[in-house]
């Protein structure tokens, strides 16, 4: 099966679970996080200072990320290659969705095509999108490419400054390639205002090679079981994967559900998800010890860049 096909499949999914996963995110701000210490030097003031960490970027979290209702856009010219035209209309607001860039497509070729996105970056953020348009030979669509609002609150952005998109453009009936764009930026009305601080607070887990990696706090009543979250930087000068391997929790094998996407000169927000039935199949009530290993491949080959030694962490 193509890469693409592959995609696809996994937007349906993804799209068929995305209600209930938005409907469960929205008490998140009431759950209660532990901080990450480090496992071999415990005291009492590290511990201390991880959990302030961890409780003020809680409330320091708005229940609205995005001033959405004034942010605006000029009407542009994403992408105009081999008949197939990109317009990006206006920024727009959708009480489910969130925010978004309300997009034209024209589709001027003898293909019906579909448009999806390889990357979406918001304020240097790599964003998880579920963008995927289809639009038949000679006709125009519009369409919305939404801003995932628990990306956007997870990444502590209050404000869509920039938006870069890699567009990639497909035969609908073939699933052969036709095109990919280099970036499109599109800066919004609150570009000058743009804050880009990271947030990375938290424990830092690994920091060599032009790789930066930040535990920030563990969730034991996230959606699918339990979460950690973490904070990546990539300034490798090549786009790169994080997906993690030999995983335990309290001294168990676990499965880790995790892969992170980071292009050059960018930062990522993700969670390591834990499924509730593996930690109920070995009894674990409470996480309080994690050892694991980053695996880090180049994007375009899945050559590997590095393995880290394994690292490990106490919670609290």
């Not at 930040?214 to 990539?234: C, P, Q, R, T």
Request: hydrophobic share 35%; proline share 1%; with cysteine.
């Amino acid at each position: 099966m193509r890469k693409t096909g592959i995609k696809i499949i996994s937007l349906i999914l993804v799209l068929a679970l995305f209600i209930l996963m938005a409907a469960a995110s929205g008490s998140s701000d009431t759950k209660e996080t532990k901080g990450i210490t480090d496992k071999t030097r415990e005291t009492a003031d590290g511990a201390g200072e991880t959990a302030q960490e961890a409780e003020k970027t809680e409330e320091e979290t708005p229940e609205e990320t995005s001033s959405s209702a004034q942010v605006t856009i000029e009407e542009q010219v994403l992408a105009d290659q081999d008949d197939v035209k990109i317009t990006a209309k206006e920024y727009v607001t959708d009480s489910i969705w969130g925010d978004g860039i309300k997009l034209l497509i024209e589709n001027n070729t003898d293909k019906n095509i579909s448009v999806s996105c390889h990357a979406l970056i918001v304020n240097n953020y790599m964003i998880t999108d579920l963008f995927s348009a289809s639009v038949a030979s000679g006709k125009k669509a519009n369409e919305t490419l939404s801003l995932s609002s628990s990306g956007l609150k997870a990444a502590g952005i209050e404000e869509v400054g920039q938006i870069e998109i890699y567009f990639h453009v497909y035969d609908s009936d073939s699933w052969d390639d036709l095109f990919n764009t280099d970036a499109v930026t599109i800066r919004t009305s609150a570009f000058d205002s743009m804050d880009t601080t990271p947030d990375d607070s938290g424990k830092e887990l690994y920091n060599a090679d032009g790789i930066r990696i930040v535990g920030k706090y563990v969730d034991e009543e996230s959606f699918w079981g339990a979460g950690i979250l973490l904070y990546m930087e990539n300034s490798t000068g090549r786009n790169i994967g994080i997906s993690c391997e030999n995983f335990s929790v309290n001294g168990f094998m676990m499965t880790p559900y995790f892969t992170c996407d980071i292009y050059s000169g960018k930062m990522a927000i993700d969670d390591i998800t834990l499924m509730s039935s593996e930690l109920e199949k070995n009894d674990i009530e409470k996480i309080e010890e994690v050892e694991l290993s980053f695996h880090i491949y180049d994007l375009s080959s899945y050559e590997t860049i590095l393995d880290t030694d394994p690292i490990g962490f106490t919670v609290e």
